[in-house]
């Protein structure tokens, strides 16, 4: 069992998940609430986010619109089809894009 390095109390192994949706865990003391990454758990979330691809696209007009292109990567991978609705979630961070 790992102990705080604070208060020497026991550390439980948690589990979180970053604003970009990245799960990782942390140990968090039980006494003093102190949180701490393990090395292995650094170079876990550090992986994760190395495998994270980013897609930059351009946004092209569309009558009074903007339409954006989904590269093919994404289509085959969330089985987007041709003419199929999707729904536009606004969030604070970005847009969230599900299948309708
Ligand atoms: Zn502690």
Not at 26 to 43: A, D, P, V
């Amino acid at each position: 069992m790992k102990k705080c390095s604070e208060c020497s109390g026991l550390m439980k192994e948690m589990t979180g998940q970053t604003t970009e949706g990245v799960s990782y865990s942390y140990y968090q003391c039980r006494k003093c609430g102190e949180e701490i990454l393990s090395r292995e758990q650094l170079h876990t979330v550090a992986t994760k986010y190395r495998v994270m691809k980013n897609y930059r696209v351009r946004l092209t007009r569309w009558g009074l619109s903007l339409g954006m292109r989904f590269p093919k990567e994404i289509t085959e991978k969330y089985g987007l089809r041709d003419n199929e609705e999707v729904t536009i979630i606004p969030e604070e961070e970005g847009l969230k894009v599900i299948p309708a």
